[in-house]
Protein backbone atom coordinates (compact mmCIF):
# COMPACT_ATOMS: atom_id res chain seq x y z
CA UNK A 1 0.00 0.00 0.00
CA UNK A 2 1.16 3.30 -1.10
CA UNK A 3 1.97 5.55 1.41
CA UNK A 4 -0.53 8.36 -0.29
CA UNK A 5 -3.58 7.36 -1.26
CA UNK A 6 -6.05 9.51 -3.76
CA UNK A 7 -9.39 8.85 -2.32
CA UNK A 8 -11.96 7.41 -4.04
CA UNK A 9 -15.66 8.53 -3.16
CA UNK A 10 -18.30 5.40 -3.64
CA UNK A 11 -22.28 6.24 -3.09
CA UNK A 12 -24.92 3.83 -2.56
CA UNK A 13 -28.02 4.80 -2.23
CA UNK A 14 -31.46 6.05 -4.26
CA UNK A 15 -31.93 6.76 -7.91
CA UNK A 16 -31.67 10.45 -7.91
CA UNK A 17 -28.78 10.76 -5.55
CA UNK A 18 -26.18 11.60 -8.52
CA UNK A 19 -27.95 14.47 -9.52
CA UNK A 20 -25.59 16.90 -8.23
CA UNK A 21 -24.54 19.96 -8.88
CA UNK A 22 -21.04 20.33 -10.16
CA UNK A 23 -20.62 16.62 -10.79
CA UNK A 24 -18.87 16.52 -14.32
CA UNK A 25 -18.02 14.06 -16.51
CA UNK A 26 -20.78 11.75 -15.50
CA UNK A 27 -21.15 8.32 -17.31
CA UNK A 28 -22.85 5.36 -17.36
CA UNK A 29 -20.54 2.13 -16.92
CA UNK A 30 -21.41 -1.91 -16.52
CA UNK A 31 -18.98 -3.13 -14.41
CA UNK A 32 -18.69 -7.24 -14.63
CA UNK A 33 -17.80 -9.33 -11.70
CA UNK A 34 -17.38 -13.08 -10.72
CA UNK A 35 -20.51 -12.65 -8.74
CA UNK A 36 -22.48 -11.81 -10.86
CA UNK A 37 -24.59 -8.89 -12.09
CA UNK A 38 -24.94 -5.29 -9.86
CA UNK A 39 -27.78 -4.25 -9.17
CA UNK A 40 -26.95 -0.93 -12.05
CA UNK A 41 -24.56 0.08 -13.76
CA UNK A 42 -22.20 2.61 -11.93
CA UNK A 43 -22.16 6.05 -12.69
CA UNK A 44 -19.15 7.74 -12.62
CA UNK A 45 -18.25 11.40 -12.25
CA UNK A 46 -15.91 14.31 -10.82
CA UNK A 47 -16.71 16.61 -7.60
CA UNK A 48 -13.67 19.04 -8.41
CA UNK A 49 -10.86 16.84 -8.43
CA UNK A 50 -12.19 13.86 -6.79
CA UNK A 51 -13.67 10.77 -8.46
CA UNK A 52 -16.95 9.55 -7.60
CA UNK A 53 -18.59 6.43 -8.07
CA UNK A 54 -22.23 6.32 -7.67
CA UNK A 55 -24.55 2.83 -7.24
CA UNK A 56 -28.48 3.10 -7.23
CA UNK A 57 -28.91 0.00 -4.94
CA UNK A 58 -32.09 -1.00 -6.16
CA UNK A 59 -31.52 -0.02 -9.55
CA UNK A 60 -32.67 2.73 -11.76
CA UNK A 61 -36.17 2.67 -10.90
CA UNK A 62 -36.68 0.69 -7.91
CA UNK A 63 -36.86 -2.98 -9.21
CA UNK A 64 -34.82 -4.99 -6.42
CA UNK A 65 -36.10 -6.03 -3.36
CA UNK A 66 -33.39 -5.77 -0.38
CA UNK A 67 -33.76 -9.67 -0.57
CA UNK A 68 -33.04 -9.85 -4.26
CA UNK A 69 -29.91 -7.32 -4.32
CA UNK A 70 -26.37 -8.83 -5.24
CA UNK A 71 -25.05 -7.51 -2.16
CA UNK A 72 -21.63 -9.55 -3.19
CA UNK A 73 -21.45 -8.34 -6.56
CA UNK A 74 -22.25 -4.45 -5.97
CA UNK A 75 -19.38 -4.37 -3.67
CA UNK A 76 -16.87 -6.00 -5.91
CA UNK A 77 -18.15 -4.02 -8.35
CA UNK A 78 -17.38 -0.85 -6.27
CA UNK A 79 -13.91 -2.35 -5.37
CA UNK A 80 -13.07 -2.86 -9.18
CA UNK A 81 -13.82 0.73 -9.97
CA UNK A 82 -11.31 2.07 -7.47
CA UNK A 83 -13.64 3.14 -4.75
CA UNK A 84 -11.57 3.25 -1.51
CA UNK A 85 -14.75 5.05 1.00
CA UNK A 86 -18.41 3.88 0.48
CA UNK A 87 -21.05 6.52 1.48
CA UNK A 88 -23.98 4.23 2.50
CA UNK A 89 -27.50 6.40 2.21
CA UNK A 90 -30.77 4.13 3.46
CA UNK A 91 -34.20 4.95 4.17
CA UNK A 92 -35.11 4.17 7.88
CA UNK A 93 -38.35 3.41 10.59
CA UNK A 94 -37.22 5.42 13.71
CA UNK A 95 -37.52 3.11 17.18
CA UNK A 96 -36.60 5.92 18.96
CA UNK A 97 -39.26 9.07 19.55
CA UNK A 98 -36.34 11.34 19.54
CA UNK A 99 -35.57 10.44 16.04
CA UNK A 100 -38.44 12.04 14.28
CA UNK A 101 -39.15 11.49 10.36
CA UNK A 102 -36.53 14.04 8.58
CA UNK A 103 -33.48 13.44 10.73
CA UNK A 104 -30.18 12.14 9.61
CA UNK A 105 -28.63 9.15 11.66
CA UNK A 106 -25.24 8.56 11.66
CA UNK A 107 -25.16 5.01 12.83
CA UNK A 108 -22.45 2.99 14.76
CA UNK A 109 -23.60 -0.26 15.41
CA UNK A 110 -25.77 -3.26 13.39
CA UNK A 111 -27.96 -5.95 14.24
CA UNK A 112 -28.27 -7.87 11.60
CA UNK A 113 -31.53 -10.19 11.53
CA UNK A 114 -31.39 -10.88 7.56
CA UNK A 115 -31.22 -14.44 6.43
CA UNK A 116 -31.77 -14.97 2.75
CA UNK A 117 -28.69 -13.21 2.01
CA UNK A 118 -24.74 -14.29 0.79
CA UNK A 119 -23.27 -12.57 3.54
CA UNK A 120 -19.50 -13.00 2.62
CA UNK A 121 -16.64 -13.38 -0.09
CA UNK A 122 -15.25 -16.18 1.54
CA UNK A 123 -16.38 -19.83 2.34
CA UNK A 124 -14.73 -23.11 1.12
CA UNK A 125 -11.84 -23.21 0.14
CA UNK A 126 -11.22 -20.05 1.74
CA UNK A 127 -11.82 -18.82 5.21
CA UNK A 128 -11.73 -15.43 6.66
CA UNK A 129 -13.17 -13.87 9.69
CA UNK A 130 -12.65 -10.17 9.45
CA UNK A 131 -13.58 -7.97 12.72
CA UNK A 132 -16.85 -6.43 12.58
CA UNK A 133 -16.79 -5.10 16.08
CA UNK A 134 -17.02 -1.25 15.48
CA UNK A 135 -18.34 -2.02 12.20
CA UNK A 136 -18.80 2.02 10.75
CA UNK A 137 -15.35 3.72 9.76
CA UNK A 138 -15.28 6.15 12.54
CA UNK A 139 -13.47 8.76 9.88
CA UNK A 140 -16.22 8.81 7.61
CA UNK A 141 -18.64 9.23 10.62
CA UNK A 142 -16.60 12.27 12.05
CA UNK A 143 -16.85 14.21 8.25
CA UNK A 144 -20.61 13.06 7.60
CA UNK A 145 -21.32 14.22 11.08
CA UNK A 146 -19.36 17.89 10.77
CA UNK A 147 -21.15 17.95 7.50
CA UNK A 148 -24.53 17.81 8.34
CA UNK A 149 -24.04 19.95 11.27
CA UNK A 150 -22.37 22.31 9.14
CA UNK A 151 -25.67 21.92 6.51
CA UNK A 152 -28.26 22.72 9.57
CA UNK A 153 -29.45 19.55 8.74
CA UNK A 154 -30.86 17.50 11.92
CA UNK A 155 -28.49 14.87 12.93
CA UNK A 156 -27.95 12.37 15.69
CA UNK A 157 -24.57 10.66 15.77
CA UNK A 158 -24.68 7.26 17.08
CA UNK A 159 -27.31 4.41 17.21
CA UNK A 160 -27.76 1.07 16.08
CA UNK A 161 -29.81 -0.05 12.85
CA UNK A 162 -31.73 -2.93 13.50
CA UNK A 163 -31.40 -4.85 10.07
CA UNK A 164 -34.52 -6.67 9.07
CA UNK A 165 -35.02 -9.30 5.94
CA UNK A 166 -38.14 -7.42 4.75
CA UNK A 167 -39.67 -6.87 2.46
CA UNK A 168 -42.82 -6.65 4.60
CA UNK A 169 -42.90 -3.96 7.00
CA UNK A 170 -42.42 -5.29 11.43
CA UNK A 171 -45.35 -6.40 12.99
CA UNK A 172 -45.78 -4.26 15.91
CA UNK A 173 -44.30 -7.11 18.36
CA UNK A 174 -41.52 -7.30 16.39
CA UNK A 175 -41.08 -3.60 16.67
CA UNK A 176 -41.14 -3.46 20.66
CA UNK A 177 -38.93 -5.87 20.74
CA UNK A 178 -35.98 -4.44 18.76
CA UNK A 179 -37.05 -1.10 20.81
CA UNK A 180 -36.31 -2.87 24.17
CA UNK A 181 -32.98 -4.41 22.85
CA UNK A 182 -32.39 -0.76 22.13
CA UNK A 183 -32.05 -0.07 18.54
CA UNK A 184 -32.70 3.22 17.62
CA UNK A 185 -33.63 2.55 13.55
CA UNK A 186 -34.93 -0.27 11.45
CA UNK A 187 -33.84 -0.43 7.94
CA UNK A 188 -33.81 -3.57 5.51
CA UNK A 189 -30.56 -2.93 3.02
CA UNK A 190 -26.91 -1.89 5.28
CA UNK A 191 -26.40 -5.41 6.09
CA UNK A 192 -24.55 -8.24 4.59
CA UNK A 193 -24.02 -4.33 2.70
CA UNK A 194 -21.68 -3.92 5.69
CA UNK A 195 -19.63 -7.00 6.16
CA UNK A 196 -19.27 -7.36 2.75
CA UNK A 197 -17.30 -3.75 2.83
CA UNK A 198 -14.97 -4.41 5.59
CA UNK A 199 -14.15 -7.96 3.68
CA UNK A 200 -13.31 -5.80 0.70
CA UNK A 201 -11.09 -3.44 2.76
CA UNK A 202 -13.50 -0.50 2.23
CA UNK A 203 -13.99 1.94 4.59
CA UNK A 204 -17.70 2.15 5.19
CA UNK A 205 -20.40 4.76 7.15
CA UNK A 206 -23.69 4.94 6.80
CA UNK A 207 -26.38 7.94 6.92
CA UNK A 208 -29.52 6.50 7.65
CA UNK A 209 -32.45 8.68 6.80
CA UNK A 210 -35.69 8.75 8.97
CA UNK A 211 -38.93 8.40 7.42
CA UNK A 212 -41.39 6.64 9.72
CA UNK A 213 -41.90 5.99 13.61
CA UNK A 214 -42.22 2.44 12.29
CA UNK A 215 -45.33 0.50 13.95
CA UNK A 216 -44.39 1.00 17.26
CA UNK A 217 -45.83 4.64 17.88
CA UNK A 218 -49.59 5.11 18.78
CA UNK A 219 -49.53 8.15 16.20
CA UNK A 220 -48.37 6.10 13.79
CA UNK A 221 -48.91 2.61 14.04
CA UNK A 222 -49.19 2.47 9.90
CA UNK A 223 -46.22 2.43 8.30
CA UNK A 224 -47.22 3.10 4.62
CA UNK A 225 -44.88 3.47 1.26
CA UNK A 226 -46.73 6.60 0.35
CA UNK A 227 -45.77 8.07 3.81
CA UNK A 228 -42.23 6.78 3.35
CA UNK A 229 -42.12 8.02 -0.20
CA UNK A 230 -43.22 11.48 0.38
CA UNK A 231 -40.68 11.77 3.25
CA UNK A 232 -37.72 10.64 1.00
CA UNK A 233 -38.68 12.96 -1.91
CA UNK A 234 -38.28 15.68 0.96
CA UNK A 235 -35.03 14.00 2.16
CA UNK A 236 -33.40 14.14 -1.33
CA UNK A 237 -32.03 17.33 -1.99
CA UNK A 238 -30.76 17.45 1.65
CA UNK A 239 -28.50 13.80 0.81
CA UNK A 240 -27.61 15.51 -2.55
CA UNK A 241 -26.13 18.51 -0.26
CA UNK A 242 -24.46 16.32 2.25
CA UNK A 243 -22.76 14.09 -0.31
CA UNK A 244 -21.64 17.45 -2.26
CA UNK A 245 -20.45 18.88 1.20
CA UNK A 246 -18.86 15.76 2.67
CA UNK A 247 -17.05 14.30 -0.48
CA UNK A 248 -14.10 17.46 -0.80
CA UNK A 249 -12.81 16.16 2.72
CA UNK A 250 -13.12 12.88 2.37
CA UNK A 251 -11.73 12.75 -0.92
CA UNK A 252 -8.43 14.64 0.45
CA UNK A 253 -5.33 13.18 -0.38
CA UNK A 254 -4.67 10.79 3.12
CA UNK A 255 -2.51 7.83 4.42
CA UNK A 256 -4.06 4.27 5.40
CA UNK A 257 -7.38 4.97 7.24
CA UNK A 258 -6.73 6.02 10.98
CA UNK A 259 -9.40 3.31 11.90
CA UNK A 260 -7.77 0.55 9.98
CA UNK A 261 -10.91 -0.32 7.42
CA UNK A 262 -8.39 -0.30 4.23
CA UNK A 263 -6.13 -3.59 6.49
CA UNK A 264 -9.00 -5.63 7.90
CA UNK A 265 -7.78 -8.79 5.87
CA UNK A 266 -4.73 -8.39 7.33
CA UNK A 267 -5.34 -10.71 10.57
CA UNK A 268 -8.32 -12.67 9.19
CA UNK A 269 -7.43 -15.30 6.19
CA UNK A 270 -7.16 -18.53 8.42
CA UNK A 271 -6.78 -21.27 5.15
CA UNK A 272 -3.22 -22.33 4.72
CA UNK A 273 -1.93 -21.45 1.45
CA UNK A 274 -1.44 -24.87 0.16
CA UNK A 275 -5.16 -25.45 0.70
CA UNK A 276 -7.05 -22.64 -0.99
CA UNK A 277 -9.24 -23.34 -3.80
CA UNK A 278 -7.74 -22.01 -7.03
CA UNK A 279 -11.67 -21.22 -8.71
CA UNK A 280 -12.35 -19.35 -5.16
CA UNK A 281 -8.74 -17.30 -5.28
CA UNK A 282 -9.58 -15.83 -9.45
CA UNK A 283 -13.06 -14.71 -7.93
CA UNK A 284 -11.16 -12.53 -5.04
CA UNK A 285 -8.67 -11.05 -7.14
CA UNK A 286 -10.21 -7.54 -6.51
CA UNK A 287 -12.05 -7.82 -2.80
CA UNK A 288 -8.59 -9.11 -1.27
CA UNK A 289 -5.78 -8.66 -4.08
CA UNK A 290 -3.68 -6.91 -2.00
CA UNK A 291 -3.48 -9.45 0.89
CA UNK A 292 -3.99 -12.89 -1.21
CA UNK A 293 -1.08 -11.44 -3.78
Known amino acids: MSDTIEPVIGIIGG ?55 NYRANIDALKRSGVTDIISLSAVGSLDGDLPPGRFVVVDQFIDRSFAREKSFFGEGC ?67 AKLAREAEMCYATVAMVTDFDCW ?3 HDHVTVEAVVKVLFANADNARNLVRHVVPSLGAPRHVCSAGCDRALETAIITAPERREPTLMARLNAVAGRVLG
Open 127 to 193: VAHVSMAHPVCTRMGDALESSLRDLALPVTRGGTYLVMEGPQFSTKAESELYRAWGCSVIGMTNMPE
Open 15 to 69: SGIYDIEGLEGKEWRRVDTPWGEPSDALMFGRLGDIRCVFLPRHGRGHFLSPSHL
Open 217 to 219: HPD
